[in-house]
Structures are given as C-alpha cells and as structure tokens.
C-alpha cells in the first residue's frame, strides 16, 4: 500500500501471518524432545536393574590382617558385586563364618576381596591335636613355611618309619643360619613318634596341597 506524505510517496509493508503458531511448533518439538528422553531414562533404570539382579554378596576385608594372624570376624565384611561367570575365586557370604578363626596367608589390605588361597587353617590347637616343637634345619622345610600350613612330617630314615602323619604348623621363627624353629599341632596318637623325630634331628616336612576351599564363586 502506498500514500503520499509531504509530496513523497512511503511505501508500507504489511507482514500477514500468525506468530502464534511458530511459537507453537518450537513447543512441541521441546515436549517431543522432553518425551524421548523420558523413555530414555526409562530404558536406562531397566536395564540397571536387571544387571542388579545378576550381582552377589562376596566377603570383603574390612580391616587390615597382617600375614600369620587369625582373622576375627571384625576382619571381615560384606560387598556386592557384579557377578560374572569367568570370574573365579570369590568367597561367597555364605562361608563368612567359616573363614573366622583361620589365619592369614598373606598381608590382606583392608577393601580387598578375599580369594581363595589367602588364608590358612587355624592356629591353635584343636581336640584330638598335641603341640610339637622342632629346629629344623635347612632343607628339612619347605620354603615359605609360615603359620597355618598343613605339611606332612615324615622321617629322615624312611625306611625306620611310620607312615607321614599330617601336622599343622602353629608357629614359625626363622633363625639367623637358616634354621626354622616351629611348633605344630600333631594328631595325639603320633605326637611321641614326631617329638623323638625332631629331638633327633631326623623330622622332615614336606609340603602338600592346601585344604580345599569353602564353596563359592566360582567354583
């Protein structure tokens, strides 16, 4: 539309349309978008929660057990984890109260997960068992003897002796020539026969698989 102003002619531009109805689209697309990643969140929590159901209770360190020492049932906790069936060696819950009372095999670190083969048997003398000391000199121990070791006592002599019997070791105190001073905890009816073979000086041990492990994770 045109109009003369002054003797000059303006010329006006009139924009039709409604506003109202881009503003519109811009806020359905933000509703779209808002929708989608609801679901998203969604499909998240579920699949989180199935991995939930494929995770376990292991038994934990909970503070700091020093090579040798019993573990208490203060020692120990309880952590849950992701359970993958390629992973091995994990000690369930359910055997938290049998691994109380045994010693341990190596320096546990307090919020490790406990492993097969990091402890022992206990270290005290259990019913039906006497203590048995010894100096044992080198080569007559194998190496890395430490407290809860099951070993076999044997004799020198083989052909003097009786069958091997197996002993727990109770203590360990290394010499300064080599020498290992032990004591051990020997079924009643051999502790005689193993006392003369150490006053002798004809006592072996010989070293044997470790006691099978509490059932658990991977096993």
Do not use: C
Request: glycine share 12%.
């Amino acid at each position: 539309m045109g109009s003369v102003v002054g003797g000059m002619r303006s010329w006006v531009v009139v924009v039709t349309g409604k506003p109202g109805k881009a503003r519109s689209r811009v806020r359905t697309q933000w509703l779209a978008l808002g929708a989608a990643l609801v679901v998203l969140a969604g499909v998240l929590v579920a699949w989180g929660l199935s991995n939930a159901a494929d995770r376990v209770e292991v038994v934990q360190v909970a503070r700091g057990v020093s090579a040798g020492e019993v573990i208490e049932a203060n020692d120990l906790t309880l952590a849950s984890v992701a359970y993958d069936g390629a992973v091995v060696g994990l000690v369930p819950s359910a055997s938290l109260d049998s691994l109380v009372g045994r010693a341990a095999a190596i320096d546990l670190q307090a919020g490790v997960l406990l492993q097969t083969g990091m402890w022992r048997d206990a270290t005290h003398i259990a019913a039906g068992e006497e203590s048995v000391g010894a100096l044992l000199a080198p080569g007559y121990f194998p190496g890395g003897l430490a407290r809860g070791d099951v070993v076999l006592a044997a004799q020198v002599d083989a052909a003097s002796s009786g069958a091997p019997v197996a002993v727990r070791v109770l203590d360990v105190q290394p010499g300064s020539s080599g020498e290992l001073s032990v004591t051990l905890a020997v079924p009643a009816g051999r502790s005689i026969s193993v006392a003369q073979m150490a006053a002798s000086h004809q006592l072996l041990l010989v070293g044997q698989p470790p006691v099978a492990p509490p059932s658990g994770v991977g096993q």
